[in-house]
């Protein structure tokens, strides 16, 4: 949100804030949130590199389409694990998955 914007709405007494403190999430808990996202935006990077579906994915990694829907959008039901490993099938490696993390 732009500085003006926000003076804007701090004279009409709204307070802005960010997710980790509206939400009352520790250091760690934001960390994992983020790692999760990140995961998940370079699976859908890779998925569309390699120019395949999610029905495709789905099929490589023995899922459902509607579950691989779940994983790139880091749905709660997912898990780090599963993003790892659906990563891994796209034939990505563990230097990749770091350099993902790194440059989120």
């Avoid at 790139?72 to 490993?85: C, G, H, I, N």
Wanted: a neutral charge; glycine letters at 2%.
């Amino acid at each position: 949100m732009d500085a003006e914007k926000k003076k804007r709405l701090a004279e009409k007494g709204w307070v802005s804030t960010s997710i980790q403190d509206f939400l009352g999430l520790a250091p760690d808990e934001m960390a994992y949130i983020e790692l999760k996202l990140q995961l998940s935006r370079e699976l859908r990077a890779r998925r569309n590199e390699k120019g395949l579906t999610q029905a495709a994915l789905a099929e490589l990694i023995k899922s459902s389409q509607s579950r691989v829907a779940k994983m790139e959008k880091s749905d709660a039901t997912v898990s780090v694990d599963l993003l790892v490993r659906s990563l891994f099938a796209l034939d990505a490696t563990v230097e990749d998955i770091a350099q993902a993390l790194t440059t989120a």
